[in-house]
């Protein structure tokens, strides 16, 4: 067994990781350390609004192969249907689980303009703001969606504040590794 550096068991040679290399020989293979990257670099593949066949077929495909989309879609499935008045979606992205909502209800979204710069997501019928305040009357909504949102959130007091002061009734929120998806009257 030598140490200089590395120590050999069986024969095997072994790098001891040092925390100013990003690749490192370490159990005879090459491959970046992952404690030392700053910045992520691998994204989800972003929901598209349904459109045409194949847009419809690949959010299925995508709730099919991904578990954490899978869950959310099937807790909302038996819920959304049952919501009436004025719906506000709060983070909506690309609005993925408009479509589980019943014509009783009147849809909004809105999403923080950062949503648009880190992760592409842009549509014409999404109110876009930018700050902790919510460009939405007091009391003036019945129901509020908000899904894979909390976690982007700096400061979830302030969040939940706003959706306080902004709803009548009910407010349906999640993040990740929460399930089953909380329900809360408010």
């Not at 099937?74 to 004025?86: E, F, S, V, W």
């Not at 509020?144 to 909390?150: F, P």
């Given at each position: 067994?030598?140490?200089?550096?590395?120590?050999?068991?069986?024969?095997?040679?072994?790098?001891?990781?040092?925390?100013?290399?990003?690749?490192?020989?370490?159990?005879?293979?090459?491959?970046?350390?992952?404690?030392?990257?700053?910045?992520?670099?691998?994204?989800?593949?972003?929901?598209?609004?349904?459109?045409?066949?194949?847009?419809?077929?690949?959010?299925?495909?995508?709730?099919?192969?991904?578990?954490?989309?899978?869950?959310i879609w099937r807790d909302l499935a038996g819920t959304l249907p049952r919501a009436r008045g004025a719906v506000?979606?709060?983070?909506?992205?690309?609005?993925?689980?408009?479509?589980?909502?019943?014509?009783?209800?009147?849809?909004?979204?809105?999403?923080?303009?950062?949503?648009?710069?880190?992760?592409?997501?842009?549509?014409?019928?999404?109110?876009?703001?930018?700050?902790?305040?919510?460009?939405?009357?007091?009391?003036?909504?019945?129901?509020?969606?908000?899904?894979?949102?909390?976690?982007?959130?700096?400061?979830?007091?302030?969040?939940?504040?706003?959706a306080y002061r902004r709803t009548r009734w009910y407010a349906a929120a999640d993040g990740p590794f929460r399930r089953p998806l909380a329900l809360h009257p408010l």
């Amino acid at each position: 067994m030598k140490y200089n550096g590395k120590t050999g068991v069986a024969g095997l040679v072994m790098e001891i990781p040092d925390k100013r290399m990003a690749t490192e020989p370490y159990l005879g293979c090459r491959r970046k350390n992952m404690l030392h990257q700053t910045a992520e670099t691998w994204r989800p593949p972003l929901f598209s609004r349904p459109e045409g066949l194949v847009g419809k077929l690949t959010p299925a495909a995508r709730r099919f192969l991904d578990l954490q989309a899978g869950s959310i879609w099937r807790d909302l499935a038996g819920t959304l249907p049952r919501a009436r008045g004025a719906v506000l979606d709060v983070g909506c992205g690309a609005q993925p689980y408009r479509e589980l909502f019943s014509g009783a209800t009147s849809y909004r979204g809105i999403d923080a303009l950062e949503a648009k710069v880190h992760f592409g997501y842009e549509n014409s019928d999404t109110c876009y703001f930018a700050g902790d305040t919510w460009p939405v009357e007091d009391a003036s909504v019945d129901f509020i969606l908000c899904t894979e949102t909390l976690e982007h959130v700096p400061e979830p007091r302030k969040f939940l504040a706003e959706a306080y002061r902004r709803t009548r009734w009910y407010a349906a929120a999640d993040g990740p590794f929460r399930r089953p998806l909380a329900l809360h009257p408010l």
